[in-house]
């Protein structure tokens, strides 16, 4: 590690952890390695305990970094890729990075929907969905809590044992229903306190809301997907087929 200068108009600890940001950017520090002790630290970069300490905190709000009472400081793993453009990529693209994904149901119900969803779908007045939450996970750790909504005539019937323990893609396959294609909308959010608390993220912390609205073979989109993603777990990726004309 470098020396750095007091006489930098740079703050001393922004100046560290612009060094350890881009030693886990470019990987010198791997995801869940330690950090140097606060002691080594010192030692090496010849500054203050203070200046360690600030570091690393700014380092912990942005993300990159968890502490641990008694341990200390690891490099926390960078965010899931998840292929912007797929329509049932969420497990494939967690195993192929090595990750488990997994999910839990939080509620369900069956009922009348807001005038919006009602006109996606085409429902009149007396039309019903099923609403559903569910929290996905990775290796354990919460990273999407989404709400769905599937016009009930499309899915007359929903095991609920199947609902808690099938992915819902599958079920909608093994009913008939096949995707075609989607629409995905994402824009950045500050997540509530409640939505906070399903994630184990800081209330008012940067998220990521994703809508998006599924079709199969006709017109009528056939299921409504809204997920707020925790901000260190949200990046998307895009393959994209790249022609020579493409480069000027």
Known sequence: MDHFSPDDDTPLYIQVADELRHKIL??????????????????????????????????????????????????????????????????????????????????????????????MFGLDLAGEVHSIERLKRSDGKPIMLERLYVPCHLLPTLDQLELRTQWFGDILVSSGL?????????????VGNVEAKILAVRPNSIGLLVDRTTWGSGSTPIVLTRSII??????????????QTDYH
């Open 178 to 190: 096949n995707f075609r294609h989607a629409r995905k909308s994402v824009q950045p959010i500050v």
């Open 26 to 119: 470019n990987g010198e520090f791997a995801a869940n390695d330690p950090l140097p002790s606060e002691a080594e630290m010192i030692n090496a970069l010849d500054v203050s305990r203070v200046t360690v300490r600030q570091a690393i905190s700014l380092l912990s709000e942005e993300g990159l970094l968890e502490r641990i009472q008694g341990k200390g400081s690891f490099v926390k793993a960078l965010a899931v890729e998840q292929n912007f453009l797929g329509l049932r990529e969420y497990r494939r693209d967690l195993r192929r990075q090595g990750h488990e994904p997994s999910f839990e149901i939080l509620s369900y119900e069956r009922c009348k929907p807001n005038a919006s969803i009602r006109a």
């Open 230 to 243: 925790s901000g260190d777990a949200a990046k998307f990726f895009i393959d994209v087929k790249v022609e």
